[in-house]
C-alpha cells in the first residue's frame, strides 16, 4: 500500500518553531549598549528549535549571531577586533576573569566602557572548550563572568549542573548586571518570555502525548536536576555557564 502523505509542517521563518508553537508573540526586542556577538556551533544552530541562542538574538536589537567552530580566520569576527579589541569581552569563565556580581559599578564601568561587545560561546560545554581552543582570536580578550545563584529554567534540556543557564538566561543575568553598573537602561522585566512560553508548551506536549500539534523525534522525559551527574549518557548543553 502506498505511504499516506501527511500534511507538512509549516514553520515560522523567523522564530524557527512550528506554526503552532510559534514564540514571536512573545518577543519584544530591547535596544543595549552593549552589543552581544553570540557565536553559535554549528550542533547548537541544528536545534535551533529549542536551542536559546537564536531566541536571545531575537530579543536584543544590537546582536548578531555568527556560526562556526574555530573563528580565527572569520572574516566578521576579526573585523570586530580590529576596530574595537580594547571593548570587546568574552563572557566565559576563567583565570583573572573580571566579575561582574562582585566588582563595584566604578570598576565595571571603567572596565566595559559605555558600549562593549560581548562575545558568547553558544554549544555544549566539550563544544564551547574546542570552539575556545581553536580560535585564538578569542583566547586573548579579557574574560568576564558573573557568580550564578539561581536554577535554569530550562528543564527540558539536560545540563551539567543545576545552576548552569541558557544563553538568555545568562544574557538576562548580565543585562541586569549592567543595568545596577549605569552602563545599561534596559527594561528586563519580559525579556525571558519567550524562553518561558517555549518551556510550557514543550512541557505540556510532555504530559500530553496525544497532542496532535506536537510530533516528538524521540522519547523525552524530564529528569529531577538531582540526577544530572549521575547519568553521563544524557546529553548536556553549555548555554553559557558564565
Known amino acids: 500500500m502506498p505511504e499516506e502523505i501527511t500534511e507538512p509542517r509549516t514553520k515560522c521563518y523567523k522564530c524557527k518553531r512550528p506554526s503552532s508553537s510559534c514564540i514571536c508573540k512573545y518577543t519584544n526586542p530591547i535596544h543595549t549598549n552593549a552589543r552581544f556577538i553570540i557565536l553559535m556551533h554549528p550542533k547548537e544552530y541544528k536545534k535551533e528549535k529549542n536551542g536559546t541562542g537564536h531566541m536571545t538574538g531575537l530579543q536584543l536589537k544590537n546582536s548578531e549571531i555568527i556560526v562556526g567552530v574555530d573563528f580565527t580566520d572569520n572574516k566578521r569576527v576579526n573585523e570586530i577586533l580590529e576596530k574595537q579589541r580594547s571593548s570587546s569581552f568574552l563572557l566565559y569563565p576563567g583565570k583573572d576573569n573580571f566579575n561582574l556580581s562582585t566588582r563595584e ?27 575556545l581552543k581553536l580560535s585564538t582570536n578569542l583566547q586573548t580578550l579579557k574574560r568576564v563572568s558573573f557568580d550564578n545563584t539561581i536554577e535554569s529554567k530550562f528543564i527540558i534540556k539536560q545540563q551539567p549542573a543545576s545552576l548552569c543557564l541558557g544563553t538568555i538566561e ?13 552602563i545599561e537602561q534596559s527594561d528586563t522585566k ?5 524562553f518561558q512560553k517555549m518551556i510550557e508548551y514543550q512541557v505540556e506536549c510532555i504530559i500530553n502525548p496525544n497532542n496532535k500539534k506536537y510530533r516528538p523525534s524521540a522519547k523525552i522525559t524530564i529528569t529531577p536536576k538531582n540526577m544530572y551527574k549521575q547519568n553521563p549518557l544524557i546529553s548536556v548543553i553549555y548555554e553559557n555557564k558564565v
Open 105 to 131: 559599578s566604578s570598576e565595571t564601568n571603567s572596565l566595559l566602557g559605555s558600549n562593549p561587545n560581548i562575545f558568547i560561546l553558544d554549544g555544549t560545554w566539550p563544544c564551547a572548550r574546542k570552539m
Open 170 to 182: 545568562s544574557v538576562y543575568t548580565v543585562l541586569n548586571l549592567l543595568n545596577k553598573a549605569g
Open 190 to 194: 519580559d525579556f525571558l518570555l519567550p
